[in-house]
């Protein structure tokens, strides 16, 4: 009986897991890369504004 009970440990620990998994993905919205592509290339202007000129050179 002793066993049984060291087996359903781990059990109940992975369907708890699976059900926390599900509840804390259930208000994540799937996303564009829009933002993420707007921030890159205002990354991309302000890189080549400031590296127009070396110092020293």
């Given amino acids: 009986m002793a ?3 060291w087996l ?3 059990l109940v620990a992975a369907v708890a897991a699976g ?4 509840w ?3 208000t994540r919205r799937t996303r564009g890369d829009g933002p993420e592509l707007d ?3 205002r990354f ?3 890189m080549e504004k400031s590296h127009t000129g070396a110092p020293g050179a």
């Fill in 19 to 22: 059900l926390w998994g599900s």
């Fill in 8 to 10: 359903l440990i781990p």
């Fill in 3 to 5: 066993v049984l009970a």
């Fill in 39 to 41: 921030g890159y290339a």
């Fill in 44 to 46: 991309r202007e302000a």
């Fill in 24 to 26: 804390a993905n259930r």
